[in-house]
């Protein structure tokens, strides 16, 4: 049976593509002693729950919302686990909560890494397919709603990717969660028309093949610790190279020496570890720092937080001056450079002043953006996916076709913008300045524009369903042809708008002024 045989090779994928993924990050942690000062329980490792919090917040499996607090998804929906599987541990998911600002960071990193992201692509939609199967999917040439949604992913059509996210949903809201989690996050890849499932798991297998071979070197923080003592009691090297006191720094014992020394420490010999660090000193002529785990900058070496990249990665401005990210952007308006493209995922740009720059399809999702200037900017498409714009100047921006899903624009000025084709599911709007703003065909399902200002918008063929305009100023609105079903209007103003052909089946009117208005709609 096909059914079953797509069924068996998602479950083979997930197995290996998690714990290939989780090796990776936990050999990258301790490798550049990432998160060693992180808080977490004596008996508990930081750099495993690192892993762990990464894998599964990368898989969808847990969820880290707004306010930095981490959720295990399953568990938030009420699903149950697939068989044979148990929930994430508790300290996992505290420890995301915990260093959740830092969990971002690392999942940023990835984006980086291109041949991962085509392993983690090929991965989500094996495991999201083979969960589609399992709870009653159709497998049918114009019924298979799980392929036709990872299509309308690439080149996301509302209309189409709400039905079948909805359909999707009535069967188990679990299916999508890795396929999401990774265009969140910036990590999805795009699929061929006809993804080929043997082709993703042979990758995958190939990943954690690769990893099976990696040798963790001393992923406990008690042995550090016991060695770094010994060390310190015996001064081996102790007086060349000191070692800071708070872990690993960049002058540690190479991966062969730990190896040794923690066989040495394990035999409760007395000086057993002086011994085998002595024994290497004379072979090589050196102790420590032969092969730093953190390797030190070259002089004039840039990092990535002085440089700019676009998404193909390509660096398109460096500035080895610059303070910050935002002294950096700031530099690249001022030298007249086009930021068309450029990645600036998650980057804090909060008051910086844009106004008139060129963001032509620019990665800004989950950036800050408080308070900015951006002012007849060029926004076309760019990717603000949960971008903080609260209080910005959007006026006369040009924000077609960007996306703005779940973004906080929450008292921003968007007057005159054009929003035409936008996304903005499940945005926060409230009280947001959008007179006269361009909504036409835009899609802002679930979002909250409670007592937005609306006033002679173009809202043509707008989709807000189920949104909240609980107290809006939609005075002279064009709604024609508007989807607002189970949309929320309650004493909202509509004098004088147009609601010629809009859908308003199960939509709260209660309250609302309706006076002078054009035909009510269905």
Same mark, same amino acid.
């Given at each position: 049976?096909?059914?079953?045989?797509i069924?068996?090779v998602g479950?083979?994928t997930?197995?290996d593509?998690?714990l290939?993924?989780?090796?990776?990050?936990?050999h990258r942690?301790?490798n550049e002693?990432?998160?060693?000062?992180?808080?977490?329980?004596?008996d508990k490792?930081?750099?495993?729950?690192?892993?762990?919090?990464?894998m599964n917040?990368?898989f969808?499996?847990?969820?880290?919302?707004?306010?930095?607090s981490?959720?295990?998804?399953?568990?938030?929906e009420g699903?149950?686990?697939p068989?044979? +599987?148990?929930?994430?541990?508790?300290?996992?998911? +505290?420890?995301?909560?915990?260093?959740?600002?830092?969990?971002?960071?690392e999942? +940023?990193k990835?984006s980086r890494?291109y041949?991962?992201?085509?392993?983690?692509?090929?991965?989500?939609?094996?495991?999201?397919?083979?969960?589609?199967?399992?709870?009653?999917?159709?497998?049918?040439i114009f019924?298979?709603?799980?392929?036709t $949604?990872?299509?309308v992913l690439a080149?996301?059509e509302p209309?189409?990717?709400?039905?079948?996210l909805?359909?999707i949903?009535?069967?188990?809201?679990w299916?999508?969660?890795?396929? $999401?989690a990774?265009y969140h996050y910036n990590?999805?890849?795009?699929?061929?028309?006809n993804?080929?499932?043997?082709d993703y798991?042979?990758?995958?297998q190939?990943?954690?093949?690769?990893m099976?071979?990696?040798?963790?070197?001393?992923?406990e923080?008690?042995?550090?610790e016991?060695l770094?003592?010994?060390?310190?009691e015996?001064?081996?090297c102790?007086?060349?190279r000191p070692?800071e006191k708070?872990?690993?720094?960049?002058?540690?014992?190479?991966?062969?020496?730990m190896n040794?020394?923690?066989e040495?420490?394990k035999?409760g010999?007395?000086?057993a570890?002086a011994?085998?660090?002595?024994k290497?000193k004379?072979e090589? +002529?050196?102790?420590? #720092?032969?092969?730093?785990?953190?390797?030190?900058?070259?002089p004039? #070496?840039?990092?990535?937080?002085?440089r700019?990249? /676009?998404r193909?990665?390509?660096?398109?401005?460096?500035?080895?001056?610059?303070?910050?990210?935002?002294d950096?952007?700031?530099?690249?308006?001022?030298a007249?450079?086009d930021?068309?493209s450029? %990645?600036?995922a998650g980057?804090d740009?909060?008051?910086?002043?844009?106004s008139?720059?060129?963001? %032509?399809?620019?990665?800004l999702r989950?950036?800050d953006l408080?308070?900015?200037?951006?002012?007849?900017? /060029?926004l076309d498409?760019?990717d603000?996916?949960?971008? /903080?714009?609260r209080c910005a100047?959007? =006026?006369?921006?040009n924000? $077609?076709? #960007?996306?703005l $899903?779940?973004?906080?624009l929450?008292?921003? @000025?968007?007057?005159?913008?054009?929003?035409?084709?936008?996304t903005?599911?499940r945005a926060l709007?409230y009280?947001?300045?959008l007179r =006269?703003?361009?909504?036409?065909e835009?899609? #802002?399902?679930?979002? /909250?524009l409670h007592?937005?200002?609306?006033?002679?918008? @173009?809202?043509?063929?707008?989709t807000l369903?189920?949104?909240?305009l609980?107290?809006?100023?939609l005075?002279?609105?064009?709604?024609?042809d508007?989807d607002l079903?189970?949309?929320?209007?309650?004493g909202?103003?509509?004098?004088?708008?147009?609601?010629?052909?809009a859908?308003?089946?199960g939509t709260?009117?209660?309250?609302?002024?309706l006076?002078?208005?054009?035909?009510?709609?269905t």
């Amino acid at each position: 049976m096909i059914a079953e045989y797509i069924v068996k090779v998602g479950a083979a994928t997930e197995q290996d593509a998690k714990l290939a993924l989780s090796t990776y990050l936990l050999h990258r942690f301790v490798n550049e002693a990432t998160f060693n000062n992180c808080a977490c329980a004596a008996d508990k490792e930081p750099w495993y729950l690192a892993s762990g919090a990464v894998m599964n917040t990368v898989f969808g499996e847990i969820d880290l919302d707004y306010t930095g607090s981490a959720t295990h998804y399953r568990k938030r929906e009420g699903a149950e686990p697939p068989v044979a +599987q148990n929930w994430i541990p508790t300290d996992t998911v +505290q420890f995301a909560t915990d260093n959740s600002r830092q969990i971002r960071e690392e999942i +940023q990193k990835l984006s980086r890494e291109y041949k991962l992201q085509e392993i983690l692509t090929g991965a989500a939609f094996n495991i999201g397919y083979a969960r589609y199967i399992k709870a009653g999917g159709s497998r049918g040439i114009f019924s298979n709603q799980f392929i036709t $949604h990872v299509r309308v992913l690439a080149n996301f059509e509302p209309e189409l990717y709400l039905k079948t996210l909805e359909k999707i949903r009535e069967l188990d809201p679990w299916i999508l969660r890795p396929l $999401h989690a990774l265009y969140h996050y910036n990590l999805l890849s795009r699929l061929p028309r006809n993804p080929n499932e043997r082709d993703y798991l042979t990758a995958v297998q190939n990943f954690a093949e690769e990893m099976s071979r990696i040798q963790i070197v001393m992923p406990e923080r008690r042995k550090k610790e016991a060695l770094e003592s010994s060390l310190a009691e015996k001064g081996d090297c102790a007086t060349d190279r000191p070692m800071e006191k708070n872990g690993i720094d960049a002058e540690y014992p190479t991966p062969e020496q730990m190896n040794e020394a923690w066989e040495a420490y394990k035999s409760g010999k007395p000086g057993a570890i002086a011994e085998v660090l002595r024994k290497r000193k004379k072979e090589r +002529q050196i102790c420590l #720092a032969a092969s730093p785990i953190v390797q030190p900058k070259s002089p004039g #070496a840039l990092s990535d937080s002085l440089r700019i990249r /676009n998404r193909a990665g390509e660096v398109i401005f460096m500035l080895e001056s610059a303070k910050d990210t935002a002294d950096l952007v700031r530099a690249a308006v001022k030298a007249n450079i086009d930021l068309g493209s450029a %990645n600036l995922a998650g980057a804090d740009l909060h008051g910086i002043d844009l106004s008139g720059a060129n963001l %032509n399809k620019a990665t800004l999702r989950d950036s800050d953006l408080h308070g900015a200037k951006l002012y007849r900017a /060029n926004l076309d498409r760019a990717d603000l996916y949960e971008a /903080n714009l609260r209080c910005a100047n959007l =006026s006369d921006a040009n924000l $077609h076709g #960007a996306n703005l $899903h779940g973004a906080n624009l929450r008292d921003a @000025d968007l007057h005159r913008a054009n929003l035409e084709e936008a996304t903005l599911g499940r945005a926060l709007l409230y009280r947001a300045n959008l007179r =006269s703003a361009n909504l036409r065909e835009a899609l #802002a399902y679930e979002a /909250n524009l409670h007592e937005a200002d609306l006033r002679k918008a @173009d809202m043509r063929d707008i989709t807000l369903r189920g949104a909240d305009l609980e107290r809006a100023n939609l005075k002279g609105a064009d709604l024609r042809d508007a989807d607002l079903r189970d949309a929320n209007l309650r004493g909202a103003d509509l004098n004088g708008s147009d609601l010629r052909g809009a859908d308003l089946d199960g939509t709260n009117l209660d309250d609302a002024n309706l006076s002078d208005a054009d035909s009510l709609g269905t």
